[in-house]
């Protein structure tokens, strides 16, 4: 995929209508036939190629509410066969509902993913995110609502009702998006980055109903009239979305390197999930309720669903869209990295021991039994990616696995870089993820392209059994399964000189194969601090 040019319409019920020219550029040739990713909702009128002649196509049947979906794709008969590495221009127009969602008033739901043609069936098991496009997005929307979308804007005016928008990536993307509605709008800087919260002035329908059960108590629901919740609109926790997220960016600035594009916009969806686009964060309407709101309503795990969500999503703006992924093997690379960056975000927020008990509740995660009974994370490795998921795993198993146990193997790295000696711990692996950053710049990273890095940064200490690389590692914890348990005992005793102490111990290894190894560091908690004696490596049972 080379470029995009959308020019679009949203309409006050919510219709979406799109005229999209896109240039491809085949990466083989003689083929006459191309697949397209495309929401069924969206019926297409007619596509033509460069020269305006319409060509034959086929869609799936329209999903609209049902339960059965017929799929989401389009197959485009060209005229002649494709000739590799050849660029040439197709032109769709289409038009729908239901792809956005009307949710109340001033409220819409953008759906992040299916609005405009994807390429489908990319070769090698790649996905969208290894390939990049540049973005030309025009919009017709109400006048009376804002507009946002991915890249810069680069103009704006209104014509009788409607206000229109112009917006183009700096550089090329792996996707794009939009999103519309009643906002109040708060900025923020962080150095150059302009940071904007588009929140709704006015509850959508769940939350409105919400708030009608408290506020009637004896009419809807079974809500304790005494309970205080306040107004539930998303404006009024707009200030602080802005603060948390230009803090994650500081943080994240700090460990993995420059903010890849110049501005980033945060808005809230219904439901309870996020997606972070180029520049552009859909966030779960609960991250944007205060404390005693979330407690009103019974919502636990408050960390989880706040500071640790939302630095979740803003990582992705370096995993998945500064580097991406080549196939869907690597997508830990994204996933893992992503939940990593939220719990270190936590350990900054709010404490080292809050960021523990994010980490303890990961290993939880990859300890519960799967369906059949057997340990999560003997289910498969983190490296077959969405193939992890089965009848035989049972619900959660791509969750607990990719992005818990991938965020784990990023964290044993950190630790095994981790050097008490300097003023800034993290000094090490920092300059290792900055490198992984900038050699990866808007390019798509393998396991193995990661692994590479790890072994240019690799000190003396992860060398085992005079092997410098990393193999052993990666073997385990990424191409196989397996999760070691440890016992350690010791004892003291001092040394004539009064002064020196003689440390003896045993180190016992059960639940993985007698080759397996490990780099353990061994700490010792003089008074109230800490000191890291060294490195043991097991290295046999």
């Given at each position: ?171 090329p993307l792996a996707v794009a998006g939009f999103a519309f509605g009643d906002y109040t709008v708060r900025n923020e800087k962080v ?99 205060d404390s005693t709101q979330r407690h009103a309503l019974g919502i636990t795990e408050h960390v989880q669903l706040t500071d640790f ?111 008490f000696s300097h003023p800034d711990h993290d000094h090490l692996f920092k300059a290792m993820m900055r490198d992984f950053c900038q ?103």
């Open positions: 995929m080379h470029s995009y040019r959308i020019d679009g319409t949203v309409t006050d019920d919510a219709g979406l209508s799109a005229t999209v020219q896109m240039s491809v550029r085949p990466r083989h040739a003689s083929e006459r036939v191309l697949l397209f990713g495309l929401d069924s909702n969206l019926r297409i009128d007619s596509i033509k190629d460069a020269e305006g002649q319409p060509l034959e196509f086929f869609q799936a049947r329209e999903t609209k509410d049902r339960q059965q979906s017929y799929g989401d794709y389009v197959a485009v008969v060209l005229r002649s066969p494709t000739r590799e590495g050849v660029t040439d221009r197709l032109d769709f127009h289409y038009a729908g509902s239901r792809v956005v969602r009307k949710v109340g008033d001033g409220n819409y739901f953008c759906s992040s993913f299916g609005w405009y043609p994807t390429m489908m069936e990319p070769p090698a098991g790649t996905g969208t995110f290894a390939f990049r496009s540049d973005f030309e997005i025009n919009f017709r929307s109400p006048e009376k609502y804002g507009f946002v979308a991915t890249g810069q804007k680069t103009s704006q005016q209104t014509e009788g009702n409607w206000l229109l928008t112009s917006w183009k990536s700096g550089i150095g150059a980055i302009d940071v904007q919260v588009y929140a709704n002035r006015r509850p959508d329908d769940l939350l409105r109903s919400i708030q009608d059960a408290f506020n009637n108590p004896g009419e809807i629901g079974n809500y304790s009239s005494s309970a205080a919740i306040g107004n539930l609109n998303m404006a009024a926790m707009a200030r602080t979305i802005g603060a948390e997220t230009a803090n994650t960016l500081r943080v994240f600035q700090d460990y993995f390197g420059p903010y890849p594009y110049k501005q980033i916009a945060v808005t809230n969806i219904p439901g309870s999930y996020g997606q972070g686009w180029p520049g552009l964060l859909y966030l779960s309407w609960v991250t944007f309720l969500f939302r630095a979740h999503e803003s990582s992705h703006q370096w995993w998945g869209h500064r580097v991406g992924w080549k196939s869907y093997h690597d997508q830990w690379l994204s996933e893992g990295f992503a939940e990593f960056s939220g719990n270190l975000y936590v350990e900054f927020r709010r404490s080292p021991q809050e960021a523990m008990l994010q980490w303890r509740k990961e290993k939880e995660n990859l300890l519960r039994a799967s369906a059949k009974g057997f340990a999560m994370d003997s289910i498969a490795p983190i490296w077959l990616g969405q193939r992890v998921a089965s009848s035989a795993a049972g619900p959660g198993a791509y969750q607990d696995l990719i992005y818990s146990k991938g965020g784990y193997v990023l964290h044993m790295l950190r630790m095994m870089f981790y050097d050699t990866y710049e808007n390019k798509p990273a393998s396991t193995r392209d990661f692994q590479a890095l790890v072994e240019k940064h690799m000190t003396t200490n992860m060398i085992m059994e005079r092997s410098s690389n990393m193999d052993w590692f990666f073997d385990q914890y990424v191409y196989g399964t397996g999760i070691p348990r440890y016992q350690f005992s010791y004892t003291t005793e001092g040394l004539p000189d009064g002064k020196t102490m003689k440390l003896s111990g045993k180190l016992i290894r059960s639940g993985v194969p007698d080759d397996w190894k490990d780099l353990i560091p061994l700490y010792a908690h003089p008074g109230q601090g800490t000191v890291r004696l060294g490195f043991l490596h097991a290295t046999a049972r």
